[in-house]
């Protein structure tokens, strides 16, 4: 089976530097991609790791290590529009239909 | 260039009472999935459709649960007999095939209550 591990909360301070973690442990692995979700809302893309690095898109960037089954979303500047769910989510290797596998989602709260 | 509707974005039923949930993906995306997300939790896979094979049902809770795909457009998910651990908001999302499925685009969902 799957499981994927991320905080449940994280709370950061307006202009600061937050990193969101994700753990993961599949049969197979193809790609880690990452959602936002403000409250009622619905879940939005942000980015998606095949490759092992970093992938850098505006304040936001996103790192995978496929040895260590580990990525983290990093967001910079952090705004107070940023307080929302982050959800990590795994595609994985399988014969026939291949669903996306979410994590529970961690909760960033940005203060003042 | 609509995104993905969902209908209706409301819903209060009874207890027993069966329920049809609509989505509408985006235009030429052939995939599309169904989620169920409880308040304050993750989103849980349902049943995703791809093209015109046969769908991937293992995240469909009980037999109470079903859903249907026309062609690659419009998606019904049935509750039969719906219990009030039903409730919970249900999200439909698109993606431009199996390759892009790393990249779902999500529906406003149907939040269903069931009292």
């Known amino acids: 089976g799957q499981s994927l591990e991320q905080p449940s909360e994280v709370t950061a301070v307006e202009g600061a530097i937050v990193q969101i973690n994700c753990t993961y442990q599949?049969?197979?692995?193809?790609?880690l991609s990452w959602y936002q979700q403000h409250d009622g809302g619905a879940p939005t893309f942000l980015s998606y790791?095949?490759?092992?690095g970093l992938e850098e898109t505006g304040r936001f960037s996103s790192f995978l290590s496929r040895s260590d089954s580990y990525g983290y979303l990093l967001l910079q500047e952090l705004q107070m529009k940023d307080s929302a769910s982050y959800f990590c989510?795994?595609?994985?290797?399988?014969?026939?239909?291949?669903?996306?596998?979410f994590g529970k989602g961690t909760r960033l709260s940005v203060i003042a | 260039g609509a995104g993905v509707s969902q209908s209706p974005s409301n819903k209060v039923t009874e207890k027993g009472k069966d329920v049809e949930l609509r989505c509408d993906p985006i235009?030429?995306?052939?995939?599309l999935y169904w989620y169920r997300q409880r308040l304050g939790q993750g989103l849980e896979f349902l049943i995703y459709?791809?093209?015109?094979?046969?769908?991937?049902k293992s995240g469909l809770p009980s037999d109470r649960f079903s859903a249907e795909r026309t062609g690659e457009s419009v998606s019904t998910l049935t509750i039969q007999r719906t219990q009030q651990e039903d409730s919970a908001v249900y999200l439909c999302?698109?993606?431009?095939?199996?390759?892009?499925?790393?990249?779902?685009?999500f529906g406003p969902g149907t939040r269903l209550t069931v009292t």
């Open positions: 989510a795994v595609r994985v290797l399988s014969t026939g239909n291949t669903p996306l596998v």
């Open positions: 999302a698109s993606s431009l095939g199996r390759e892009g499925l790393y990249e779902q685009y």
């Open positions: 235009s030429g995306h052939t995939a």
């Open positions: 459709f791809q093209g015109n094979s046969a769908p991937d």
């Open positions: 790791n095949a490759l092992d």
């Open positions: 599949t049969s197979g692995f193809y790609g």
